[in-house]
């Protein structure tokens, strides 16, 4: 478990300092920081980014063999 956290915190500060997840609208980095083998497809074969984020997903094209367009984390909610 402290090396998954460690490779989710070294992705996050590594999308954080190359200005990639500063694309996404409406999202933050950190819903779209999610490894490759536990993306979830949001889009459909050869969707673009434009389209992609329009749906509200995540897009990143630079892992092969995974979704590109994919369901960011949800912020937790507080709840009482």
Known sequence: MEARALWLLL???????????????GLSGQQCA???NERVDCGYPAIGKEDCNNRGCCFDSSIRGVPWCFKPLQEAECTF
């Open 34 to 36: 999610i490894p490759g």
């Open 11 to 25: 992705l996050v500060l590594a999308l954080g300092s190359s200005g990639w997840a500063e694309e996404y609208i």
